[in-house]
Every structure is written in structure tokens, then in C-alpha cells.
């Protein structure tokens, strides 16, 4: 009995300690999880406070001003952007969605393609980092194709807004899409939404972010009936092998290695 009464006794600390050990846990990982997420929303608040900053800096002016590099090259800049690109040399311009919060600088580094998917403006790092172009993509003479990446983040900010596009009416509300670079203004009609994936390599697939230039009318025809597949729907927009592009690309998580792009065509 005795001996029974012990053996309960040593059960009951042991399954307290237990208890107290899953306690604890979950305690650390409760604040833990907390000071992650406090950290993370704090970061993207203050990456949009500085986004907000860097967007009064655009100037009210038609003007065009030459401005000569470090290396002694001339750039003949849109004034409204000369002071962003005087702090900045990889600023290439600014993209926007009226009715949205998609409202950003745009980079270019050719030398190097994902220099700011972690960094800001500053050069400095940070998760969200800025949207920019694909470095095989040409911006002073444009490429056929401009490809623009841009993180989905958890908060409604970079170019999470795009999953929006799902919804037809949601195109039909936002068709156009603003993108100005350092050499003159631009605005977009949208063309397709589609729904992809990043292939792995050897992996078949259509892989629409290597469409950067076609080399004649068959290729681009091709391209285009490839992005008719993938649209989630028909925006009645008609394109041609004499348009000029953009394609704004993210993550999307409903399968391994998802992406979505909204691609558009220059109207003017």
C-alpha cells in the first residue's frame, strides 16, 4: 500500500513538472510569437512611413534636367524625379494603382538583379524591400517586356494588393496601372491576371517571366496565347507585337512556388 501510495506521489510531480515544462514553453513561444509579429508589423510600418517620405519628394514639374554620373555619362532625367535619383542613382522610377496602396519607387541593377528584394532606399536592410526590374529587362530603351518584382507581404502593403486582381471587378474598377521611370511618364491598360508558378530548372512549363523580348511575330503570338492559358480571366484587352509592357510579379501561396503577375500594355 505503502509502496503504491509512492508511486502515485512520483506519478503526480512527475506529470506536474510536465505540466510546468509545457508551461513555460508555451509562455516563451506566446511572447516569442508576440515580439516576432510586434517586430514585423513595426518594420513595415516604418518602411511605408518611409515609402510616404521619399514620395513627397516628387516634384510638380514637366521639365527635363541632364544630369552627368560619377563615370561622366549625361541622363536626360524627368524633373519631377531628379531629387530621388540625386539621392539615389538606382531609382528608376515610380509605380502606382489608383484606389490601392500599391505606391512605390522602382529600382534597377542590372549588376546585380536582386539587390533590393531585403534592402531600402537607403541601401540598408529591411524584409520588405523595395519593387524592382528584372535585370535582363533594358528601361532608357525598352525592353518589349518590363518585369517589376514586388514581395506579397502579410500586411496590405508592396504588391499584396494585386491578389485583389482575382476579381474581375476588381480589374474593372482598376484598370490602369501608373508607371513613370527617370526618362517620362506612362500609363497602362491591364491585359491579363494570371496565376503561375516559379519553375525549377528542368521542370516543363511556361515560364512567363522570362518574356523580355520575342524575336518575331510567331514568338510573341506564342507568348501570348501561353498567357491567355494562364489568365484567370478574359480582360477583353486586345495586345500587339508593337506594344510596349510591364508585368508586375509576386508570390502567391495556393501551390509550391506560386506566383501571380498582372501584365499591361502602355496606352500612354
Given at each position: 500500500?505503502?509502496?503504491g501510495r509512492r508511486r502515485k506521489?512520483?506519478?503526480?510531480?512527475?506529470?506536474?513538472?510536465?505540466?510546468?515544462?509545457?508551461?513555460?514553453?508555451?509562455?516563451?513561444?506566446?511572447?516569442?510569437?508576440?515580439?516576432?509579429?510586434?517586430?514585423?508589423?513595426?518594420?513595415?510600418?516604418?518602411?511605408?512611413?518611409?515609402?510616404?517620405?521619399?514620395?513627397?519628394?516628387?516634384?510638380?514639374?514637366?521639365?527635363?534636367?541632364?544630369?552627368?554620373?560619377?563615370?561622366?555619362?549625361?541622363?536626360?532625367?524627368?524633373?519631377?524625379?531628379?531629387?530621388?535619383?540625386?539621392?539615389?542613382?538606382?531609382?528608376?522610377?515610380?509605380?502606382?494603382?489608383?484606389?490601392?496602396?500599391?505606391?512605390?519607387?522602382?529600382?534597377?541593377?542590372?549588376?546585380?538583379?536582386?539587390?533590393?528584394?531585403?534592402?531600402?532606399?537607403?541601401?540598408?536592410?529591411?524584409?520588405?524591400?523595395?519593387?524592382?526590374?528584372?535585370?535582363?529587362?533594358?528601361?532608357?530603351?525598352?525592353?518589349?517586356?518590363?518585369?517589376i518584382y514586388g514581395h506579397h507581404?502579410?500586411?496590405?502593403?508592396?504588391?499584396?494588393?494585386?491578389?485583389?486582381?482575382?476579381?474581375?471587378?476588381?480589374?474593372?474598377?482598376?484598370?490602369?496601372?501608373?508607371?513613370?521611370?527617370?526618362?517620362?511618364?506612362?500609363?497602362?491598360?491591364?491585359?491579363?491576371?494570371?496565376l503561375s508558378k516559379a519553375y525549377?530548372?528542368?521542370?516543363?512549363?511556361?515560364?512567363?517571366?522570362?518574356?523580355?523580348?520575342?524575336?518575331?511575330?510567331?514568338?510573341?503570338?506564342?507568348?501570348?496565347?501561353?498567357?491567355?492559358?494562364?489568365?484567370?480571366?478574359?480582360?477583353?484587352?486586345?495586345?500587339?507585337?508593337?506594344?510596349?509592357?510591364?508585368?508586375?510579379?509576386?508570390?502567391?501561396?495556393?501551390?509550391?512556388?506560386?506566383?501571380?503577375?498582372?501584365?499591361?500594355?502602355?496606352?500612354?
Amino acid at each position: 500500500m505503502e509502496n503504491g501510495r509512492r508511486r502515485k506521489k512520483k506519478k503526480k510531480r512527475i506529470i506536474n513538472m510536465i505540466m510546468n515544462i509545457v508551461l513555460v514553453v508555451s509562455i516563451i513561444c506566446f511572447v516569442g510569437s508576440g515580439a516576432y509579429l510586434f517586430k514585423y508589423f513595426y518594420t513595415t510600418y516604418k518602411a511605408e512611413k518611409n515609402v510616404d517620405a521619399l514620395a513627397e519628394k516628387i516634384q510638380v514639374t514637366a521639365e527635363t534636367v541632364i544630369e552627368t554620373d560619377a563615370s561622366g555619362e549625361t541622363e536626360v532625367i524627368e524633373g519631377r524625379y531628379l531629387e530621388l535619383y540625386r539621392e539615389n542613382s538606382d531609382f528608376v522610377g515610380w509605380i502606382s494603382i489608383d484606389g490601392t496602396s500599391l505606391n512605390y519607387p522602382v529600382m534597377y541593377t542590372p549588376e546585380d538583379n536582386e539587390y533590393y528584394l531585403h534592402r531600402n532606399f537607403e541601401k540598408e536592410y529591411e524584409y520588405s524591400g523595395l519593387p524592382f526590374i528584372d535585370a535582363r529587362c533594358t528601361v532608357k530603351e525598352p525592353s518589349q517586356n518590363i518585369i517589376i518584382y514586388g514581395h506579397h507581404m502579410n500586411t496590405d502593403t508592396m504588391f499584396t494588393s494585386l491578389h485583389e486582381y482575382k476579381e474581375k471587378s476588381f480589374f474593372e474598377k482598376h484598370p490602369l496601372i501608373q508607371f513613370d521611370t527617370i526618362y517620362g511618364q506612362g500609363m497602362y491598360q491591364i491585359c491579363f491576371v494570371i496565376l503561375s508558378k516559379a519553375y525549377a530548372e528542368g521542370e516543363e512549363g511556361f515560364r512567363y517571366y522570362d518574356f523580355i523580348q520575342c524575336e518575331n511575330e510567331e514568338a510573341f503570338h506564342q507568348t501570348i496565347s501561353e498567357l491567355k492559358k494562364l489568365s484567370v480571366y478574359d480582360t477583353g484587352v486586345d495586345v500587339s507585337m508593337e506594344d510596349r509592357l510591364i508585368t508586375l510579379s509576386t508570390c502567391e501561396y495556393s501551390q509550391e512556388n506560386g506566383r501571380m503577375a498582372v501584365i499591361a500594355k502602355k496606352i500612354q
